[in-house]
């Protein structure tokens, strides 16, 4: 508890004070709500989402709202906006922590898990550092009863902690960041490079942000293992999915079933009475889901478009899976594609920016930018050609090529002694910040 | 508490078994490594150690793209280096110039600086990460790799981690096949090109607005007036240059007014090409808005070389 309030107090102190009070409000809702009977259960509830989403609408999306609200009286007559922007600074973990609350007293209010009268016990559920700042978003039946178990030391445990936090380090300091450089030369220049270069600074995207969050969730979870606790898993090699909708059972799994469960299902799912109503349903989450990633029409967009690919999807019926090698591989490249088209929106600085990367990507034309020096081009590309073998053979070919887990100890520690390696010699470790960090 | 123990002593063996591979491994990468014939560590080694020629020319990429050393050396009739280093800045000449000088006392140094070299810039602090391949070799050096973080010195005992992002680089200039930034071009780094055609690179704007809030470096500040005295001191000339720019310069620029005032109340010869009516404008001679191709660095190299033989600052007429 002591090293979870540090740990949230090193980015600014004062912010405690705001999960001090999302804490207590859904602590003492927690107790209400399993106390209260009919329409009273409801009222609790109400009051501890509308201080949760209060809080994380105050901080993230005032300016954004407010920026928007400008543009609109401005459009409708030249008025001006009398409200004042607030210079604030997003509260680190806000949409996980918030979210991961509100899981709390929505399955208390669902009688799926018992209000939690330890005040402490429950403060650590909310602020369990590991998974504190970027999740994984966990559920109260998950992690609240760990924290009444003895967790004695485990040697085998702790291996399989640390290596885990191993595997998150290679994939963040050695491929995250290493694209990182790539992709924000070209980013960030986007008016003026040419349409192959911004092709592969998508596809560089791409792995980035898969290598940056998965990196972040190992790293949790493998910490969280070291001392006994089971976090649950985050993402299940999303790039290798043979439609959108298998990608968001594989992509950030906590956030993807949260909306499910407490969004989607609230809507009424796909157990609605029209066809219509199922894909207005899709689209509200995505939309949502857009917009809890950022304050920024890029995101929203994101999520637009994620929601209209599984409304297509639905539309023409696509078989869940096959077992052709060639259509596995046809639809792995079609669905990673369609994938990377949306990362171009998630990482623009502005819609229109985002449009016109996407035609330029569509254009097709100019040189392709190998960077100055060319060699950090080469580590990415080596980077990714390694991750998506070791990737391919995990999901197809588990049993064969097995090296964390090897019995031999000699392939184990050669593994171990290689990975920091890589780490040393290639990882970028002038402390490049998660991107979901921001989020 | 046995199972603590058994774990423990895994952990012993794979320190162990780490510290080990990391010396080997590292001797071998830097066994590599001095095999370069090119590029901007085969440079900075030279400077560090080997440098013996009269004349050597410090610098960023300005300096390196734009010296023609042989042009120079033909002109001057005594031996040139160019051991100008792209992207660097005054916190890497610094180290760098009293290495050189540690071993070796040449008759001039050219220095040349960006009219805005004095802003403070913090990306100048982690290009420091050059020097790691040269840690525990000098004490410039070390001082210099403690400037990119708390964690750098500490990082830096493994051997492994002083050529972190280099292999790639160190074997791309191991052939003896490439010219430019080596021995054969005594340093020069020749860019092709012009930007005639493409008018939008033309327009980019390559000065530091100093509008905004002006910022100095004080480090950079120190670092100058110390070399400048040190240089003195030796006895070794000095000469401080600015190279061309397609745009030019304002000439109210707040970095470039300090440059200026403190070259001079330090009595140091500046020769200010920034503003040059025979390149200021003149799309054939550059490669992009602030560097000269090859036909603009030669029309320069000519006009630094008349300078320096009538300002007879290498010792008289030359023979």
């Known amino acids: 508890m002591a090293a979870s309030c540090y740990f949230y107090m090193a980015f600014v102190p004062i912010y405690i004070l705001i999960l001090g009070f999302t804490i207590v409000v859904d602590y003492f809702a927690g107790i209400l709500i399993e106390n209260a009977k009919g329409v009273r259960r409801k009222f609790f509830l109400t009051l501890s989402l509308f201080a949760n989403i209060g809080v994380l609408c105050a901080f993230k999306y005032y300016n954004f709202l407010n920026a928007n609200l400008s543009l609109l009286l401005s459009h409708l007559g030249g008025y001006s906006n009398p409200i004042p922007y607030l210079a604030i600074l997003l509260p680190i973990g806000l949409s996980f922590h918030t979210f991961q609350a509100m899981s709390y007293t929505i399955e208390v209010y669902r009688g799926n898990q018992s209000a939690e009268r330890n005040f402490g016990i429950y403060s650590l559920y909310v602020m369990f550092y590991p998974q504190l700042v970027a999740g994984p978003i966990e559920r109260p039946q998950n992690l609240l009863h760990q924290f009444y178990e003895k967790h004695e030391f485990s040697s085998a445990r702790v291996t399989e902690g640390l290596k885990q936090m191993m595997v998150g380090f290679l994939k963040k300091l050695v491929i995250a960041d290493r694209l990182s450089i790539y992709v924000d030369t070209i980013y960030n220049s986007s008016g003026v490079e040419s349409g192959k270069s911004l092709l592969v600074a998508t596809i560089f995207f791409a792995f980035q942000i898969y290598c940056d969050f998965s990196a972040y969730s190992d790293i949790a979870i493998g910490a969280a293992k070291v001392m006994g606790f089971d976090l649950m898993r985050n993402f299940n090699r999303p790039y290798f999915s043979l439609s959108i909708s298998e990608f968001w059972r594989r992509w950030h799994i906590s956030l993807s079933t949260w909306f499910k469960d407490y969004l989607y299902i609230s809507l009424g799912g796909s157990r609605v009475k029209t066809v219509f109503r199922r894909y207005f349903n899709l689209m509200v989450v995505f939309l949502i889901s857009g917009l809890w990633h950022g304050a920024n029409w890029t995101f929203v967009i994101w999520g637009a478009l994620n929601g209209l690919l599984l409304i297509i999807e639905s539309i023409f019926k696509m078989p869940a899976t096959t077992t052709v090698w060639w259509k596995r591989l046809i639809r792995t490249i079609y669905t990673f594609s369609l994938i990377c088209l949306t990362w171009v929106f998630f990482r623009a600085n502005t819609a229109h920016e985002a449009f016109s990367i996407v035609k330029k990507i569509i254009q097709f034309k100019g040189p392709i930018y190998l960077g100055n020096p060319k060699d950090h081009f080469y580590y990415s590309l080596v980077a990714i050609i390694a991750l998506v073998f070791i990737e391919y053979m995990r999901e197809y070919k588990p049993q064969s090529v097995k090296l964390l887990d090897n019995k031999n100890v000699a392939v184990r520690y050669s593994f171990y002694t290689l990975s920091i390696i890589a780490i040393l010699l290639f990882g970028v470790l002038d402390g490049g910040q998660f991107i979901y960090f921001q989020f | ?319």
């Open chain 2, 1 to 319: 508490m046995k199972e603590l123990t058994i774990f423990l002593k895994r952990i012993f063996w794979l320190a162990l078994i780490l510290i080990v591979v990391d010396v080997l491994l590292g001797q071998a990468i830097k066994y590599l490594f001095n095999k370069q014939k090119s590029g901007k560590y085969f440079i900075t080694s030279y400077a560090l150690s080997k440098a013996k020629e009269d004349v050597l020319i410090f610098g960023d990429s300005h300096a390196a793209e734009h010296f023609d050393a042989h042009l120079m050396q033909d002109s001057l009739k005594t031996s040139v280096f160019n051991l100008g280093v792209a992207g660097q800045s005054l916190v890497f000449y610094y180290p760098l110039i009293k290495s050189v000088l540690s071993y070796h006392k040449p008759k001039l140094v050219i220095l040349n600086l960006d009219a805005t070299e004095l802003v403070y810039n913090v990306a100048d602090y982690q290009k420091m990460s050059i020097f790691l391949p040269y840690y525990g070799e000098n004490k410039f050096v070390d001082s210099s790799i403690n400037l990119i973080g708390d964690k750098e010195k500490f990082l830096a005992l493994s051997s492994l981690f002083r050529y972190n992002s280099t292999i790639g680089y160190v074997l791309l200039n191991t052939s003896a096949k490439t010219y430019n930034k080596s021995y054969k071009s005594l340093g020069f780094d020749p860019q092709q090109g012009d930007i005639c055609k493409n008018k939008l690179v033309a327009d980019v704007d390559s000065k530091i607005n100093a509008k905004g809030k002006v910022k100095f470096d004080p480090l950079k500040l120190k670092y100058l007036v110390s070399l400048i005295q040190y240089l003195h001191a030796q006895n070794v000339q000095l000469v401080i240059t600015t190279t061309p720019l397609f745009n030019g310069m304002e000439d109210d620029n707040v970095y470039r007014l300090k440059l200026q005032g403190l070259l001079k109340a330090n009595g140091v010869q500046y020769w200010d090409y920034a503003n040059n009516t025979g390149f200021k404008g003149n799309c054939n001679l550059f490669s992009d808005p602030s560097h000269l191709n090859k036909t603009g660095a030669d029309l320069f190299t000519n006009m630094i070389s008349t300078q320096i033989i009538k300002s007879q600052i290498l010792g008289g007429p030359l023979k």
